[in-house]
């Protein structure tokens, strides 16, 4: 990854970590810490993805997080869905970008695009 975090302001924090905690559930993401009003999310107990309230909530972004199969791709998906995710895209092999990509799109609090995406062929 190039990024060391990325900081995401949203309109509700609770209801993105209510979406968020069972969207990224499946990839192996979860709450990290809280830091003045801030939820940072990821893995090892290190925080990648942070979103809070700020003075205004970003316009819709696309943000794709990384899947380790294609499992995790759909159970993300599923999971993303019964937490009140709009389907933007089932899972599925997008063959425009390489022709392993499978991906899987939701529209997520505040309208952004969110992704989990895997590389790799099916096992």
Known sequence: MIFDHIGVNVSDTQASKAFFSAALAP??????????????????????????AGAQAHAPMHLAFKAANRAQVRDFYAAALAAGGKDNGPPGIRAIYHP????????????????????APEA
């Open 27 to 52: 990839l192996g993401v979860s709450l990290v810490t809280e830091v003045h009003g801030w939820a940072g999310y990821g893995k090892d107990g290190k925080p990648d993805f942070w979103f809070g």
């Open 100 to 119: 392993d990509y499978y991906g899987a799109f939701v529209i997520g609090p505040d309208g952004h695009n969110i992704e989990a995406v895997c590389h």
